[in-house]
């Protein structure tokens, strides 16, 4: 069946390093896959997306790289700050054109130390 | 624009009962998306609707049901609630092509 693995589950760095979270998507029909960042106690929010017509997208110190074939994308924060700290979730989906159904990987902690 | 909003944001149900969480999209919004989040499990796709039809359905047992309005509100109901039903239920809202915004979330514990 359709499934997201997220690697690592808990991540720590040091304010100003770099933070990489990789996932692998088993949906060879995927072709939409956002990031979300969820904070303690709030609701998930869109970091940013990537479709497969895209190898690479970048927004400010966020980025994520898709290799379709190899079925990974990965997220990617340099300059990490403090309030990076959080839960990110990785999803694939097919287009959301013809449906929404996001399949979530299992997310993980990011701790940036002060 | 006012977000998406939900309620109740907490409700305490026993086994056996059950329940309809409600869900109203951002303005404009055609396509709602429900999930399930539990420390467990992550975060599973229930269900989503656009313009009152099912496009796309999780594997969960059909105690788990959905509906939209024609004003694209949203409501998912379910029957005879086990423990294992805990947990915080979002909807997403999109406008069928673009991202998903979700939700506060509903806090269902079952006792």
């Known amino acids: 069946g359709e499934n997201v693995e997220q690697h690592p589950s808990t991540l720590s760095v040091q304010e100003g390093d770099s933070a990489v979270i990789k996932c692998t998507y088993s949906?060879?029909?995927?072709?939409?896959f956002p990031w979300y960042k969820q904070e303690l106690g709030k609701r998930p929010q869109l970091i940013i997306d990537?479709?497969?017509?895209?190898g690479e997208k970048k927004d400010q110190r966020i980025a994520v790289t898709l290799n379709k074939t190899a079925k990974h994308f990965s997220l990617h924060i340099t300059e990490t700050q403090p309030e990076d700290s959080a839960v990110y979730f990785c999803?694939?989906?097919?287009?959301?054109?013809?449906?929404?159904?996001?399949?979530f990987g299992s997310g993980t902690r990011l701790l940036v130390r002060p | 624009k006012a977000g998406v909003t939900q309620t109740p944001r907490y409700l305490i149900k026993t086994r056996g009962q059950q329940v309809t969480l409600s869900c109203s999209p951002i303005?404009?919004?055609?396509?709602v998306s429900w999930y399930q989040q539990t420390p467990g499990q992550g975060l599973q796709f229930l269900f989503e609707?656009?313009?009152?039809?099912?496009?796309n359905k999780g594997n969960f047992p059909g105690r788990f049901s959905g509906r939209q309005f024609s004003n694209s509100r949203s409501e998912m109901n379910v029957s005879t609630l086990e423990l294992g039903d805990s947990a915080l239920y979002l909807c997403?809202?999109?406008?069928?092509?673009?991202?998903?915004?979700f939700g506060p979330g509903t806090r269902l514990t079952v006792l």
């Open positions: 999803a694939a989906s097919l287009s959301p054109d013809s449906s929404y159904k996001l399949i």
């Open positions: 609707y656009f313009s009152e039809t099912q496009r």
């Open positions: 303005s404009g919004h055609r396509s």
């Open positions: 997403a809202s999109s406008t069928g092509q673009n991202e998903q915004f």
């Open positions: 949906d060879s029909a995927s072709n939409y």
């Open positions: 990537i479709r497969s017509n895209v």
